[in-house]
């Protein structure tokens, strides 16, 4: 059963649900749907080794923070936080086996699927929050489309997110902090609101999930302690939005092969297609399948 600590009705949650990787999707949207995210016991307890075993030698060489973006976001990203991506290409272990992860991607398709026909991964990238930092801005992941922040809760879900725990996920070394149900807050652009309600910790162990809504508010923790804190963020959005991360100028042709149709679908080289609510094809060229004209059914 779901462990939730909370005092009363009228006062705040003090610790997020939590549930067995394998629970029924139907379950965790639910939760999602009240809470604004989800701790998954366990999801990828059996890829974290192996998967930090390839990528320890590129994070470890990886600088902090990133001086070619805007100041303003150079402060979103974290000065002292590494942020690694292209993680189809590093990491053999990503690519076989928690890129098209059948259990994770059972509960996105709760969130994607109700506006899309298909997805894409938005974004997928190791975020290691290095001990000195301070504080992120606090935020909903939405605001990568900010036009759908003015829609409030009955927007449509454009983007949803899986912060997988790489290494420990304790308060003081920084873990993601949450405002449970403000997902549902009826004004998206209320600041002051966001500043004034108290936030919790997501605490995790090395293998779990938290897998949330991009309507709730959200941030990396300070991390006050002396080792770094270590996550695997995956993230999604509907197939009609341009994601965050452009897959095919850094995937070869040569490698989208190997993958799944699932897989070669969320990074970009098959069509979009929106029969679900009437619409027309995307990401196609003279109106064909883009996995046809690539080859990729031969």
Not at 59 to 88: H, Y
Not at 135 to 146: C, G
């Amino acid at each position: 059963m779901p462990a939730t600590q909370l005092q009363t009705h009228n006062e705040p949650m003090l610790k997020l649900r939590e549930v067995p990787a394998g629970t029924a999707p139907h379950i965790v949207k639910q939760i999602i749907d009240e809470d604004g995210g989800v701790i998954i016991k366990g999801l990828f307890a059996a890829q974290v080794e192996r998967f930090n075993a390839e990528m320890d030698p590129i994070v470890a060489d990886w600088a902090s923070g990133n001086s070619t973006c805007p100041e303003w976001m150079q402060e979103f990203t974290g000065k002292k936080t590494k942020r690694v991506t292209q993680l189809i290409r590093r990491s053999t272990t990503f690519r076989e086996e928690m890129l098209d992860h059948d259990i994770l991607l059972s509960y996105i398709d709760t969130m994607m699927l109700e506006t899309s026909d298909a997805y894409w991964m938005n974004a997928a990238q190791i975020i290691e929050i290095q001990p000195g930092e301070k504080l992120q801005y606090l935020h909903r992941d939405l605001e990568n489309y900010p036009v759908f922040r003015s829609l409030g809760p009955k927007g449509p879900e454009v983007m949803c997110n899986c912060l997988v725990a790489l290494s420990d996920y304790t308060e003081e070394m920084g873990a993601t902090r949450i405002i449970p149900g403000s997902q549902s807050w009826a004004d998206f652009d209320d600041r002051a609101r966001i500043e004034n309600t108290p936030t919790i910790p997501v605490v995790m162990e090395k293998g779990d999930a938290f897998l949330y809504s991009g309507k709730v508010v959200h941030g990396g923790g300070a991390n006050v302690s002396n080792r770094p804190r270590r996550a695997l963020a995956l993230a999604f959005c509907p197939g009609w939005l341009v994601p965050e991360e452009a897959y095919p100028f850094t995937v070869t042709l040569d490698m989208a092969r190997t993958l799944s149709k699932r897989a070669q679908q969320m990074i970009g080289f098959r069509s979009q297609h929106n029969e679900k609510l009437g619409g027309g094809s995307l990401w196609s060229l003279d109106y064909v399948e883009l996995g046809r004209v690539l080859g990729l059914d031969n």
